[in-house]
């Protein structure tokens, strides 16, 4: 740990104070065919984590009297149903998990974020994620086509993430302050997804994708790193020898962000790619020569996890050449 006046000496600390994990767990899984077009899946899982943390007075200084050795059980349960009608398909299911804390949520000391530029402190009294899962899917496929939805809810109780505290300074001269990994009352968090392909040609394919994804914490505020809406939409060519791919994708303005934990609002992009790839034999070796460009109109942009909003990659032209033995 560098002082912001370098004349002054450096400080050593174990960011992980020698933390060691242990895991072990058994798992079944079962189905059930009721019935020619429908099924029932069902299972289960019991996990056992140890924790034993070497300099433990590391912990003791913001968790005074916190033990060395930390034992957690962690169960599991899932369910689902599936039926087939025709052409149609249809999935329901739920599940039940728990989850330890991560060494840096339990035993971290004052480990730099350079994203929202605090020092985190653990907490090993941290009590189990408990998840509460409900999902489902409906789909259409045919020669032709095929279309699928899927969505699922996630309840967390105990949802763990780091809040400003107002004990204690940072130690590391970029940081603008510390937190500590706590609780919330629990979280919620629903996806969705959209996946469709169609095929024009007997040569010429498309596909495409929509997803959606949105997360609260127990007082309504936006969680962190949940990616806007997005798409992706491509069209592959294929004949012989010769293949064609061009593809758009990209995501939508995201709003629903929380300076809190470092983010700002990220505007829209679209990125266009193609490329082409061409399939010869060289005695018993099978090559694929190909050839393409990415952000083919030089998009400046950085996606809603990216470090100081940092651009990515412009236009690039690439090529590769692929054996197969």
Request: hydrophobic content about 35%; aromatic content about 16%.
């Amino acid at each position: 740990m560098y002082p912001q006046d370098r004349s002054k000496r450096t400080m050593f600390a174990y960011s992980w104070p020698w933390v060691t994990t242990k895991f072990t767990s058994l798992a079944m899984n079962n189905s059930w065919d009721i019935s020619e077009n429908s099924r029932v899946n069902f299972g289960g899982s019991l996990g056992y984590n140890y924790n034993r943390s070497e300099y433990v007075e590391f912990n003791w200084i913001f968790h005074p009297g916190t033990p060395q050795e930390k034992n957690r059980i962690l169960p599991g349960l899932h369910a689902s149903y599936e039926l087939q009608v025709k052409q149609f398909s249809f999935s329901a299911g739920t599940g039940y998990g728990h989850r330890a804390p991560s060494v840096s949520e339990g035993y971290g000391y004052y480990i730099y974020n350079s994203f929202d530029r605090y020092d985190y402190i653990g907490n090993p009294d941290l009590k189990n994620e408990i998840s509460y899962e409900a999902n489902a899917s409906a789909g259409f496929k045919n020669e032709k086509m095929a279309i699928e939805a899927k969505v699922n809810y996630f309840y967390i109780q105990n949802y763990i993430i780091g809040r400003i505290l107002s004990l204690g300074s940072p130690m590391n001269y970029q940081s603008v302050g510390v937190k500590g990994y706590t609780s919330l009352d629990h979280a919620r968090l629903f996806n969705m997804a959209l996946n469709a392909n169609y095929n024009i040609l007997q040569h010429l394919h498309w596909k495409g994708t929509l997803t959606y994804a949105r997360a609260t914490d127990d007082k309504g505020g936006n969680l962190p790193f949940i990616r806007p809406l997005s798409y992706q939409t491509s069209l592959h060519f294929m004949y012989k020898k010769i293949g064609i791919q061009t593809s758009l994708n990209g995501d939508l303005t995201q709003i629903n962000y929380n300076p809190e934990y470092g983010e700002d609002q990220t505007p829209a992009y679209m990125i266009w790619n193609i490329s082409a790839n061409y399939s010869f034999n060289i005695k018993n070796c099978k090559t694929v020569l190909q050839v393409g460009a990415e952000n083919l109109l030089n998009e400046y942009y950085s996606t809603y996890a990216d470090w100081g909003n940092i651009p990515r990659m412009g236009r690039n032209i690439f090529t590769s050449l692929k054996l197969s033995f």
